[in-house]
């Protein structure tokens, strides 16, 4: 049975086909994120959506702890969460 990804959207295409097999913090800042493909993504937590109070703890710290994966998003111990999806849409915008 063939899948159909018409009726999803680009973040859940994303989200179904590829996984995060490790995540590391690379400069105390940037996440070094590897994914099922094989390519890697280094993420600047900068780029992270500053209305977006839920990721101010981690904006606090000079250096990040280092993160975990449960293969479909980044997440700290006690702290907040980023789908692969999400982390996609931020790379992809110019005005950061």
Known sequence: MRKRYDKIGENEVIKYMLQITRVDILDGQTLDIELSNG???LFDTQRLPKEDHSYDSLRDLELLPRPSTDGQSV???DGPRIA???IMTLLGRQDN
């Open 39 to 41: 390519h890697l993504i």
């Open 84 to 86: 692969l999806g999400d």
């Open 75 to 77: 997440y700290w111990r």
